[in-house]
C-alpha cells in the first residue's frame, strides 16, 4: 500500500494519512518507506526498528504507533482492578537494579505466612477486586507446598492469581523435586501443578534485558534469556497467557532493546500466548546499579514515549503495548495513549518494588481516575480480567 499524497511530494513535508483523516507530518524522510510498509501490515526488520529508534521525528513516529494501535485494538484502553501482592521481600538473587530484596536478617524485611496473607488480602481487598497480581523475591527457605497454597488459597477465595516470573518459576524447579527422586523437576511440571492450583496468567517480570552483556552486569545470577523464553513457551503451550516485560533506561543500548523486542516477537510467533507487552523504566534509587552508574534522573518522557511506540510497530503479534503508571507516572500514561498504548494495567493499591527503588507515583490509583485518564484521551475505557476478558465497557467522553 502506498501512503496517498506522498509519491510526489517533498518528503521534508510529506503526510501520514491517519485513520481519523488527520493528517500528520513526517519530517524524516527514513520514515516514509517505514510507515508505508507498516500501514500496508508489513513487518519491521531490525535495521527499520534501529530506525525507528533512532528518527528524531518523535510525532510521526507516534502517529505510526498510535496508526497501529487503532488497527490492532480499536479506540478500547483497558485496565484492570488488582491489588499488588508482595508477600516478601527477602530474595537471593542480588540482582542490581532492585532496591526491594532483602536478606533475611536485614533492616526493612518482611516476610508472609500464608495467613498473613489472608490477612493481608482481607484488609486491601474490596468487592470489585479481581486480579491479584503477585510480585516479590526468590526466598531461599520457602518450599514448594508454600507457593501451591498461595496460589490455592487465593483462588479459591474467588480472585484471579496472576503469578510468579519466569525467574520464580526457575527457582521452584529447585524446590519442587519430592524426596527420593533423582531427575531435576522441569518447567512444564512446575507450572503443571501451578495451573492445578488455579494459576491463571504469569507476570512478564524477570525478562529485564536479554542481551548477555547486559544481564551479566544486572543480574547475573537470575535466569538466563533462554531459560526466560523457555518458560514462557511453556507455559503457552500449557494454555497459561503472560506478558513480557523490558526494563530499560540503565546501560542497556537501544539496538539491546530491539534484541529484546525481537525475540519476543519470534517467541510469539512460534508459541503465542503473550497479552501484553511492558516496558519498565529504570528507577533510580536506592539501588547497587544507580550507584555504580552515579545515576539519579528517571528517564525522559521522549524516551518513553519513544520506547512504548517502537514497541508497538515492531510487536506486530503481541495484542497489549502497557503503559505503566507506576514507573512512568499517570500523566505519561495518558499521553502514550496516542503513542500505541491500549492497556494502563490496573489499580495496584500497594506497588512496592519501584518504590523501593525511588518511584515517584502513588502505590496504588482509583478505578475513576483510570477512567478519566482514558476518556479525557479520547479512549474508550474497558475494565478486564487478568485474560482480558471485557467486564464493562465505559462510554467514551463526549466531549
Ligand atoms: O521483575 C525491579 C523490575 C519487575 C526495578 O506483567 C525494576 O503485567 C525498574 O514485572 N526499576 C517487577 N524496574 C514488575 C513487573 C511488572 C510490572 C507491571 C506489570 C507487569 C505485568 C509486570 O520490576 C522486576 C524487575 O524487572 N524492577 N527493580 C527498578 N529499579
Redo the contacts with the bound molecule.
Keep these: 500500500m502506498t501512503i496517498p499524497g506522498h509519491v510526489n511530494a517533498t518528503p521534508a513535508f510529506d503526510h501520514l494519512p491517519l485513520p481519523s483523516g488527520v493528517d500528520l507530518p513526517i519530517r524524516d524522510p527514513a520514515l516514509l518507506p517505514i510507515a508505508d510498509k507498516v500501514l500496508a501490515g508489513g513487518r519491521v526488520n531490525a535495521e527499520e526498528g534501529m530506525t525507528l529508534f533512532h528518527t528524531p521525528d518523535l510525532p510521526a513516529l507516534a502517529a505510526l504507533a498510535d496508526a497501529v494501535r487503532a488497527r490492532q485494538v480499536g479506540d478500547k484502553a483497558y485496565y484492570v482492578h488488582s491489588l499488588r501482592l508482595s508477600q516478601t521481600n527477602v530474595c537471593y538473587v542480588g540482582c542490581t537494579?532492585?532496591?526491594?530484596q532483602r536478606t533475611m536478617d536485614q533492616e526493612g524485611v518482611w516476610d508472609m505466612d500464608l495467613d498473613d496473607v489472608w490477612n493481608y488480602v482481607g484488609e486491601h481487598a474490596t468487592p470489585e477486586l479481581i486480579e491479584i497480581h503477585i510480585?516479590s523475591g526468590h526466598h531461599p527457605k520457602r518450599d514448594w507446598a508454600y507457593y501451591l497454597d498461595l496460589t490455592r488459597g487465593l483462588t479459591e477465595r474467588g480472585y484471579q492469581v496472576k503469578a510468579w516470573?519466569a525467574a520464580e518459576i526457575h527457582h521452584f524447579t529447585r524446590i519442587a523435586r519430592p524426596k527420593g527422586r533423582s531427575e531435576p523437576v522441569s518447567y512444564r511440571e512446575v507450572l503443571q501443578e501451578l495451573k492445578d492450583a488455579g494459576l491463571v496468567a504469569m507476570?512478564?517480570?524477570?525478562a529485564?534485558i536479554f542481551a548477555e552483556r547486559v544481564r551479566q552486569r544486572i543480574a547475573r545470577a537470575k535466569v538466563n534469556a533462554e531459560g526466560w523464553l523457555d518458560v514462557h513457551r511453556t507455559a503457552h503451550e500449557l494454555g497459561i497467557p503472560t506478558?513480557a516485560?523490558m526494563?530499560y533506561g540503565h546501560i542497556e543500548t537501544l539496538e539491546e532493546r530491539l534484541d529484546h523486542m525481537l525475540r519476543i516477537r519470534a517467541l510469539q510467533d512460534e508459541a503465542p500466548g503473550f497479552m501484553?507487552f511492558?516496558p519498565?523504566?529504570?528507577?533510580p534509587d536506592n539501588?547497587q546499579l544507580a550507584r555504580e552508574l552515579g545515576k539519579t534522573e528517571f528517564t525522559t518522557g521522549l524516551d518513553d514515549l519513544r520506547n512504548l511506540a517502537v514497541a508497538r510497530i515492531v510487536l506486530d503479534n503481541v495484542p497489549h503495548i502497557?503503559g505503566?503508571w507506576i514507573?512512568i507516572t499517570p500523566e505519561l500514561v495518558q499521553v502514550s495513549l496516542s503513542s500505541g498504548v491500549s492497556d494502563v494495567?490496573g489499580t495496584i493499591k500497594d506497588e512496592r518494588?519501584?518504590h523501593a527503588?525511588g518511584a515517584s507515583t502513588d502505590t496504588g490509583i482509583s478505578e475513576e481516575e483510570l477512567q478519566r485518564l482514558i476518556q479525557d484521551a479520547g479512549r474508550t475505557p474497558v475494565k478486564r480480567d487478568a485474560l482480558y476478558n471485557e467486564l464493562q465497557v465505559y462510554a467514551p467522553n463526549a466531549a
Design positions: 537494579f532492585c532496591g526491594f510480585s516470573t507476570p512478564g517480570g524477570g529485564e506478558n516485560t526494563l501484553s511492558v519498565l523504566a529504570f528507577q539501588n502497557k505503566y514507573m494495567d518494588i519501584a527503588s
